[in-house]
Every structure is written in structure tokens, then in C-alpha cells.
């Protein structure tokens, strides 16, 4: 069911969102300029993404003191409306800039050649998963160390330090045929 809900309502209402932003500067930001356009998609989307790095920990910080359901939700869902502001104006400054400078008078082979570059890089880099939806979830139910907190941690996967021994055998002893942690008090049989 939560397969269905997502992929039937909850992805169809992210793109008519979607949409609805692309549109709205598509008509209100130079509609005769595209290119001038994308420039001031850049200018504020990077405005603020700056915004949001500060904006991030003091949220989280408001979010892991308040036990109170409306409170987290609200703090989570301001965070995100800008996260998603950013994302589409983001996506639509660079998406203009390569119609504008990868070959304009084949837009077919620019579409390949951006689509070919762009999922080699991705799967070079190891996160080719960044291109699919990030799923769904509950806004005000993170974990309170997770709340009001964007998911960028490529580099700290790099150079963090290896799991330690507790994970490891906590990995060892799931369960492999339902791939969940046995009871404490059930007995495992060897059998």
C-alpha cells in the first residue's frame, strides 16, 4: 500500500509542485529571455541553498527540543518548502543553461550527450541513486538527530571511520531469512 500511495499520489502531487514552480518562472522571471533567466534561477537558488546551510542546524537544534507533533512538523516543513524551492529553481537554471550552451540547434544530441555525461559521472561518483526521488516519509516524524536536516553527506562517507565492531556483529547476528534481529528472549535453534 505504501508502494501505490506513493507512486499513484504522493509522486503525481511532487510533480504537478514541480511544475507548478518551473511554470510560475517561466512566466514571471524574463519569459523572453531563457537564458538571463537561468541566471537568476542560479542566483537564487545558491542564495538560498547559503540561507539553508545556516538555517539547518538551528532547526534541528529547535526540532530535537520539542516533543510537540505540530511543532516538529512545522519546524520540518519549513525547512523542506525551501529545500524544494531550491531544487526547482536549481534544476531549472542549469537545465535552461544547457539548452542555451549544449548544442541549441540539436537538441537531440544534447539530450544524449547531457544524459550520457551526467549518469557516467553519477555512477563514477559511486551515487547514482541521487537521480531517483528520495522516497517518501512523515514530515515531523525524524528521528530527532535527522530533523530539518537535508541529506548531503557524500564527503563524510569518505572520510569517516569504519564501522565499528558492536555494528558489525550487530549485522551478523540478523536474522538472513527476514532480514531483521531475532527476539531477546526467543531461542535460536542450529537447526
Not at 1 to 29: C, K, N, P, S
Not at 112 to 141: F, K, N, Y
Amino acid at each position: 500500500m505504501d508502494t501505490l500511495l506513493t507512486v499513484l499520489v504522493i509522486h503525481q502531487l511532487v510533480i504537478a509542485y514541480w511544475r507548478g514552480v518551473w511554470e510560475i518562472f517561466d512566466v514571471q522571471v524574463l519569459p523572453l529571455d531563457p537564458h538571463m533567466s537561468a541566471i537568476i534561477c542560479l542566483i537564487i537558488a545558491y542564495t538560498l541553498h547559503a540561507f539553508l546551510c545556516l538555517l539547518q542546524p538551528v532547526a534541528n537544534v529547535f526540532y530535537r527540543a520539542h516533543s510537540s507533533r505540530l511543532r516538529r512538523w512545522a519546524l520540518e516543513t519549513f525547512t523542506f518548502f525551501i529545500a524544494n524551492l531550491i531544487s526547482v529553481t536549481h534544476w531549472r537554471g542549469v537545465w535552461l543553461l544547457l539548452n542555451h550552451y549544449i548544442l541549441p540547434d540539436n537538441p537531440g544530441l544534447s539530450a544524449a550527450i547531457t544524459h550520457s555525461l551526467g549518469l557516467t559521472v553519477l555512477w563514477l561518483m559511486m551515487c547514482g541513486h541521487s537521480v531517483t526521488v528520495a522516497g517518501c516519509g512523515v514530515d515531523g516524524q525524524s528521528p530527532s538527530q535527522e530533523g530539518c536536516l537535508v541529506g548531503n553527506n557524500y564527503m563524510r562517507l569518505f572520510v569517516s571511520q569504519p564501522p565499528a565492531a558492536s555494528t558489525i556483529a550487530d549485522l551478523a547476528a540478523m536474522n538472513p531469512q527476514t532480514n531483521s534481529r531475532p527476539n531477546p528472549g526467543e531461542v535460536q535453534s542450529k537447526f
